[in-house]
């Protein structure tokens, strides 16, 4: 059974720094064509992509975040780390880690909500 | 950018049929996948690759793609359907990026 959960901090200050875990189980990052992506969702509204890394550590950004956004893995520990440099107010959102079946994602974490506010 | 449009809500009846499209430039030639979510939880797959229902959906909950526009149908709607769904392709037409529609509620009258 495959699990991932997400952990981090619940209230980030603004231009500060967020890093989010996604811990899973399950599945290894290690095998061939295996995939974990962040989703991140706005309160009311719908989900946006993230990004994805692949057990190649080949990765993909959203154009929109590409710039403040690294994806991370640590394939012996079984986890991903999302890091979004200069967090603002418009980051505040529930994050999700999902794990990448070929081009859909199944299953999501629980997801963490994390507020961006001074 | 690529996008996906969906109407904001659907009601309908329960015993009825609710279709949720999603239409988007040239989504004939995309693969769509359709995602369920309620209250206070994640997102859950109900239809991948167009009209493939992983283990544990009910035959009710179908998907159908056309050249203009894909389709989530849910027949014989229940109460345990009201819920935001959502489509979503993987654009590869430019960079490689996934995108979500804006969602729709359906809302069992």
């Known amino acids: 059974q495959i699990t991932l959960q997400e952990s981090g901090p619940t209230l980030v200050k603004p231009t500060q720094t967020l890093t989010v875990t996604c811990t899973f189980s399950?599945?290894?990052?290690?095998?061939?064509?295996?995939?974990v992506t962040w989703i991140r969702q706005p309160p009311g509204k719908a989900p946006e992509w993230l990004g994805l890394?692949?057990?190649?550590?080949?990765?993909a950004y959203s154009p929109s975040l590409k710039a403040r956004l690294t994806i991370t893995k640590d394939t012996s520990k079984n986890l991903v780390v999302l890091t979004l440099t200069n967090v603002e107010p418009a980051d505040t959102a529930t994050y999700y880690c999902?794990?990448?079946?070929?081009?859909?994602?199944?299953?999501w974490g629980h997801g963490t909500l994390v507020t961006v506010s001074s | 950018s690529y996008v996906l449009t969906q109407p904001p809500s659907v009601s309908v009846a329960p015993g009825q049929t609710a279709n949720i499209p999603c239409g988007g430039r040239n989504i004939g030639s995309k693969t769509v996948h359709w995602y369920q979510q309620k209250p206070g939880h994640a997102p859950v797959v109900v239809v991948h690759?167009?009209?493939a229902r992983p283990s544990g959906i009910p035959e009710r909950i179908s998907g159908s793609r056309s050249g203009s526009a894909a389709t989530l149908t849910i027949s014989r709607v229940e109460a345990g359907d009201e819920a935001d769904y959502y489509c979503?392709?993987?654009?590869?037409?430019?960079?490689?990026?996934?995108?979500f529609g804006g969602g729709t509620k359906l809302t069992v009258l």
């Open positions: 999902a794990h990448v079946v070929s081009d859909y994602f199944d299953p």
């Open positions: 690759d167009d009209s």
């Open positions: 890394i692949y057990w190649n550590d080949e990765k």
């Open positions: 979503q392709v993987w654009d590869s037409s430019s960079e490689h990026t996934v995108v």
């Open positions: 399950g599945f290894s990052l290690s095998s061939y064509a295996v995939g």
